[in-house]
T-cell receptor, first 114, second 110 residues
Protein backbone atom coordinates (compact mmCIF):
# COMPACT_ATOMS: atom_id res chain seq x y z
CA UNK A 1 0.00 0.00 0.00
CA UNK A 2 1.20 3.49 -0.68
CA UNK A 3 1.90 5.55 2.40
CA UNK A 4 0.37 8.83 3.49
CA UNK A 5 1.18 11.61 1.08
CA UNK A 6 1.19 15.33 1.72
CA UNK A 7 1.34 18.20 -0.75
CA UNK A 8 3.05 20.50 -1.14
CA UNK A 9 6.19 19.51 0.73
CA UNK A 10 7.37 23.10 1.14
CA UNK A 11 5.56 26.42 1.21
CA UNK A 12 6.63 29.98 1.74
CA UNK A 13 3.97 32.55 2.52
CA UNK A 14 3.83 36.05 3.93
CA UNK A 15 1.94 37.29 6.97
CA UNK A 16 -1.73 37.78 6.38
CA UNK A 17 -2.00 35.28 3.57
CA UNK A 18 -3.85 32.01 3.77
CA UNK A 19 -2.66 28.54 2.93
CA UNK A 20 -4.17 25.14 2.16
CA UNK A 21 -2.35 21.90 2.79
CA UNK A 22 -3.43 18.54 1.45
CA UNK A 23 -3.19 15.01 2.84
CA UNK A 24 -4.01 11.73 1.13
CA UNK A 25 -4.39 8.86 3.60
CA UNK A 26 -3.51 5.24 3.13
CA UNK A 27 -6.13 3.51 1.03
CA UNK A 28 -8.96 2.29 3.25
CA UNK A 29 -8.15 4.60 6.13
CA UNK A 30 -11.03 6.85 7.06
CA UNK A 31 -9.42 8.85 9.83
CA UNK A 32 -7.02 11.72 9.22
CA UNK A 33 -5.37 13.64 12.04
CA UNK A 34 -3.31 16.80 11.71
CA UNK A 35 -0.40 17.91 13.89
CA UNK A 36 1.79 20.97 14.09
CA UNK A 37 5.45 20.44 14.92
CA UNK A 38 7.65 23.30 16.09
CA UNK A 39 10.98 23.33 17.96
CA UNK A 40 9.42 25.11 20.91
CA UNK A 41 6.09 23.35 21.31
CA UNK A 42 6.88 19.97 19.80
CA UNK A 43 4.11 17.95 18.21
CA UNK A 44 0.66 19.33 18.91
CA UNK A 45 -2.66 17.87 17.82
CA UNK A 46 -4.74 20.13 15.60
CA UNK A 47 -7.80 18.08 14.70
CA UNK A 48 -9.07 14.76 13.44
CA UNK A 49 -11.52 13.98 10.69
CA UNK A 50 -13.38 10.74 10.31
CA UNK A 51 -15.93 10.08 7.58
CA UNK A 52 -15.97 13.75 6.60
CA UNK A 53 -16.74 14.92 10.15
CA UNK A 54 -14.43 16.66 12.57
CA UNK A 55 -14.35 14.34 15.57
CA UNK A 56 -11.80 16.02 17.78
CA UNK A 57 -10.10 19.37 17.96
CA UNK A 58 -6.96 20.61 19.66
CA UNK A 59 -6.34 23.95 21.28
CA UNK A 60 -5.71 26.11 18.22
CA UNK A 61 -7.41 29.33 17.13
CA UNK A 62 -10.23 29.33 14.61
CA UNK A 63 -7.80 30.41 11.88
CA UNK A 64 -6.93 26.73 11.64
CA UNK A 65 -9.61 24.70 9.93
CA UNK A 66 -9.91 21.57 7.93
CA UNK A 67 -12.17 19.35 5.99
CA UNK A 68 -12.34 15.83 4.67
CA UNK A 69 -13.73 14.64 1.39
CA UNK A 70 -15.70 11.51 0.59
CA UNK A 71 -12.51 9.77 -0.60
CA UNK A 72 -10.98 10.47 2.85
CA UNK A 73 -8.49 12.99 1.50
CA UNK A 74 -8.18 15.92 3.87
CA UNK A 75 -7.20 19.54 3.61
CA UNK A 76 -6.07 21.91 6.28
CA UNK A 77 -6.44 25.66 5.92
CA UNK A 78 -4.75 28.41 7.86
CA UNK A 79 -6.05 31.92 7.33
CA UNK A 80 -4.40 35.24 8.18
CA UNK A 81 -1.00 33.67 8.61
CA UNK A 82 1.24 34.76 11.47
CA UNK A 83 4.98 34.33 11.85
CA UNK A 84 4.35 31.80 14.60
CA UNK A 85 2.53 29.53 12.19
CA UNK A 86 5.86 28.57 10.65
CA UNK A 87 6.08 24.86 11.36
CA UNK A 88 6.10 21.36 9.98
CA UNK A 89 2.53 20.20 9.52
CA UNK A 90 2.06 16.46 9.71
CA UNK A 91 -0.95 14.44 8.87
CA UNK A 92 -1.55 10.87 9.93
CA UNK A 93 -4.12 8.33 8.86
CA UNK A 94 -5.64 5.49 10.78
CA UNK A 95 -8.11 2.76 10.04
CA UNK A 96 -9.85 3.40 13.36
CA UNK A 97 -10.95 -0.20 13.61
CA UNK A 98 -11.89 -1.34 17.08
CA UNK A 99 -9.77 0.13 19.81
CA UNK A 100 -6.58 0.12 17.81
CA UNK A 101 -5.20 3.56 17.15
CA UNK A 102 -1.99 3.19 15.18
CA UNK A 103 -1.45 6.31 13.16
CA UNK A 104 0.63 6.35 9.99
CA UNK A 105 2.35 9.64 9.35
CA UNK A 106 3.08 11.51 6.18
CA UNK A 107 6.36 13.29 5.44
CA UNK A 108 4.93 16.68 6.39
CA UNK A 109 4.57 20.07 4.77
CA UNK A 110 7.15 22.65 5.84
CA UNK A 111 5.43 26.05 6.04
CA UNK A 112 7.52 29.18 6.36
CA UNK A 113 5.77 32.47 7.05
CA UNK A 114 7.77 35.61 6.28
CA UNK B 1 -4.31 17.89 32.54
CA UNK B 2 -3.25 15.55 29.78
CA UNK B 3 0.49 15.63 29.46
CA UNK B 4 3.44 13.48 28.44
CA UNK B 5 6.86 14.28 29.81
CA UNK B 6 10.17 13.07 28.46
CA UNK B 7 12.75 14.53 30.81
CA UNK B 8 15.80 14.01 28.61
CA UNK B 9 16.26 15.96 25.39
CA UNK B 10 19.37 14.00 24.54
CA UNK B 11 20.61 10.62 25.63
CA UNK B 12 24.06 9.59 24.49
CA UNK B 13 25.34 6.04 25.03
CA UNK B 14 28.00 3.79 23.60
CA UNK B 15 27.20 0.85 21.39
CA UNK B 16 26.39 -2.19 23.48
CA UNK B 17 25.33 -0.19 26.53
CA UNK B 18 21.80 -0.44 27.95
CA UNK B 19 19.33 2.25 27.05
CA UNK B 20 16.37 3.61 28.98
CA UNK B 21 14.30 6.45 27.57
CA UNK B 22 12.03 7.86 30.22
CA UNK B 23 8.39 8.79 29.76
CA UNK B 24 5.90 9.92 32.37
CA UNK B 25 2.32 10.81 31.67
CA UNK B 26 -0.51 12.63 33.34
CA UNK B 27 -4.00 11.47 32.49
CA UNK B 28 -7.00 10.58 34.59
CA UNK B 29 -8.19 7.35 33.10
CA UNK B 30 -6.71 4.55 31.08
CA UNK B 31 -5.03 5.90 27.96
CA UNK B 32 -3.18 3.95 25.33
CA UNK B 33 0.56 4.53 25.40
CA UNK B 34 2.88 4.46 22.40
CA UNK B 35 6.48 4.99 21.42
CA UNK B 36 7.06 6.56 18.01
CA UNK B 37 10.47 6.86 16.38
CA UNK B 38 11.84 9.11 13.69
CA UNK B 39 15.07 8.07 12.02
CA UNK B 40 17.09 10.63 10.10
CA UNK B 41 15.27 11.77 6.94
CA UNK B 42 12.41 9.36 7.56
CA UNK B 43 8.87 9.91 8.66
CA UNK B 44 7.53 9.37 12.13
CA UNK B 45 6.60 5.73 12.66
CA UNK B 46 5.18 3.58 15.41
CA UNK B 47 7.76 1.60 17.37
CA UNK B 48 5.56 -0.12 19.89
CA UNK B 49 2.36 0.20 21.92
CA UNK B 50 1.65 -0.91 25.44
CA UNK B 51 -1.35 -3.07 24.63
CA UNK B 52 0.69 -5.43 22.47
CA UNK B 53 3.40 -6.02 25.07
CA UNK B 54 5.80 -6.98 22.30
CA UNK B 55 9.47 -6.37 21.66
CA UNK B 56 10.35 -4.46 18.51
CA UNK B 57 13.97 -4.16 17.37
CA UNK B 58 14.95 -5.29 20.85
CA UNK B 59 13.02 -2.49 22.55
CA UNK B 60 10.43 -3.10 25.24
CA UNK B 61 8.28 -0.76 27.28
CA UNK B 62 6.29 -1.54 30.38
CA UNK B 63 3.34 0.50 31.47
CA UNK B 64 3.50 1.28 35.18
CA UNK B 65 0.13 2.72 36.10
CA UNK B 66 1.17 3.39 39.69
CA UNK B 67 4.06 5.57 38.63
CA UNK B 68 2.30 6.69 35.42
CA UNK B 69 5.40 5.80 33.45
CA UNK B 70 6.08 4.07 30.16
CA UNK B 71 9.85 3.88 29.88
CA UNK B 72 11.47 2.45 26.75
CA UNK B 73 14.33 0.02 27.27
CA UNK B 74 16.86 -1.90 25.26
CA UNK B 75 19.60 -4.01 26.84
CA UNK B 76 22.26 -3.42 24.17
CA UNK B 77 22.13 -0.29 22.03
CA UNK B 78 23.10 -0.43 18.36
CA UNK B 79 24.29 2.48 16.20
CA UNK B 80 21.20 2.12 14.02
CA UNK B 81 19.06 2.93 17.06
CA UNK B 82 20.18 6.55 16.83
CA UNK B 83 16.99 8.52 16.25
CA UNK B 84 14.40 10.78 17.83
CA UNK B 85 11.99 8.94 20.11
CA UNK B 86 8.57 10.25 21.08
CA UNK B 87 6.34 8.92 23.80
CA UNK B 88 2.65 9.51 23.14
CA UNK B 89 -0.69 8.81 24.70
CA UNK B 90 -4.08 8.43 23.18
CA UNK B 91 -7.19 8.98 25.26
CA UNK B 92 -9.48 5.97 25.44
CA UNK B 93 -12.38 5.61 23.02
CA UNK B 94 -10.06 5.91 20.05
CA UNK B 95 -10.33 9.62 19.37
CA UNK B 96 -7.64 9.84 16.72
CA UNK B 97 -5.73 12.20 18.98
CA UNK B 98 -2.17 11.64 20.13
CA UNK B 99 -0.55 13.72 22.85
CA UNK B 100 3.20 13.68 22.38
CA UNK B 101 6.12 14.28 24.68
CA UNK B 102 8.86 16.64 23.58
CA UNK B 103 10.99 13.79 22.32
CA UNK B 104 14.39 12.39 23.23
CA UNK B 105 17.26 12.19 20.79
CA UNK B 106 19.12 8.94 21.26
CA UNK B 107 22.70 9.04 20.07
CA UNK B 108 24.55 5.72 20.02
CA UNK B 109 28.28 6.20 19.68
CA UNK B 110 30.55 3.52 18.17
Amino acid sequence: KAGVTQTPRYLIKTRGQQVTLSCSPISGHRSVSWYQQTPGQGLQFLFEYFSETQRNKGNFPGRFSGRQFSNSRSEMNVSTLELGDSALYLCASSSRTGNYNEQFFGPGTRLTVL
Amino acid sequence: AQRVTQPEKLLSVFKGAPVELKCNYSYSGSPELFWYVQYSRQRLQLLLRHISRESIKGFTADLNKGETSFHLKKPFAQEEDSAMYYCALSPPSNTGKLIFGQGTTLQVKP
